[in-house]
């Protein structure tokens, strides 16, 4: 009998585990930089034209969601939000750690011949094709998987070029449990990521 009341109780901590509260959470989001960039501001220069994230996700409202074990669900929004602005904000804070500093841009046609008129040294213009995560709870494990495309476009004025690059990110990771701080270790370390590989070698 206590056999039975054991495994019983186990399987209802499996179940717990796997089943958090339904409801709509706030992920703060953040890019910080894990690696140091010592040649970027002699690439793209001391200052560079930040112009907003484009967000063209069908869902721009949340940045991912958590299917429970019962079938109910959870979503995520970006803190800050939305979330072009929060990526926005940090990647200006982030590089004026390596001496660059942003100003902002309202706009840029993306053309190489358009750099002799914009009045810094660079341009930056990313377009946010995908980010999201997702999380399906079943039994004592939860799946999780995060998926990111961005394109950024770098135009650089001493080299008169534009430079494209297309960074996509998938991952899959397995938790006992999703909770909000899970999600944001994995939606921040995306992000890293992303931005970290494309500040290393920008061209």
Partial sequence: MKTYRWLWGVLCVGLMMGCAKAGTYLIHVQYQP??????????????????????????????????????SKSYFKSDPFPLDRAMTDSVSQ?????????????????????LSLIETDSILMIELKRFWLEGWS???????????????????????????????VEKENTWPRITPERVA???????????????????
């Fill in 138 to 168: 079943g039994g004592f494990r939860t799946t999780v998987k995060t998926s990111a495309h961005l394109v950024i476009y770098l135009g650089v004025k001493k080299e008169g070029k534009v430079y494209t690059r297309n960074i996509e």
């Fill in 34 to 71: 894990m690696k140091e960039f010592p040649s970027l501001q002699e690439k793209i220069g001391p200052t560079l034209g930040l112009v907003p994230i484009k967000d063209e996700r069908p869902d721009q409202l949340y940045i991912g969601s958590h299917t429970h074990y019962r079938g």
């Fill in 185 to 203: 270790t994995l939606i921040n370390q995306t992000l890293t990521d992303m931005f970290d590989g494309f500040f290393t070698n920008p061209y």
């Fill in 94 to 114: 982030s590089l004026s750690r390596f001496g660059v500093k942003t100003v902002p841009t309202t706009q840029w046609d993306g053309n190489p011949r358009s």
